[in-house]
């Protein structure tokens, strides 16, 4: 999925609402400081908003080399921060509303852990902590499209 090489963010998008596969492995030559296996999260690891939609859509964290000093801070912080998160239902804030829908019908569990509350939250509990913000109420936000 080239559209995560250069931040295409909005292609990306389209892409992965229209069922674009997110852990595809490129059989290009892989971009610098990636080594063997590479996916549109090794392409997009250079832009925050393109790393945090890849994992919204179930990007395999693996994939990026924790260690590549090429990969900005914000973008190994995040990784490490949703690491424990285990569904695409954890990344509720950047799904469009359609997307979310489309899970919870197809019985996605909103009880979803991997740990304790406190390292790996469920997504209920993250849509609880999101609603809780100030000016969040009634509104959902969601990434566009689909």
Known sequence: MFASDGGYLDNARLLLVAGAEVNHVSSN??????SGEVTALG???????????????????EM?????????????????????????????????PARVRQLLVGGADVQASEGSSDDAPSPLGLARAARAQPGARGRCSGGGGG
């Open 43 to 61: 392409w997009g690891c250079l832009n925050l908003e393109m790393v945090q939609l890849l994992c919204a859509y179930g990007a395999r964290r």
């Open 29 to 34: 030559v892989p971009p610098p400081g990636n």
């Open 64 to 96: 990026l080399d924790p260690l590549d000093p090429e990969v900005p801070a914000d973008c190994h912080a995040r990784v490490l921060e949703t690491s424990r998160w285990s569904t695409q239902l954890h990344h509720l804030e950047l799904l469009a």
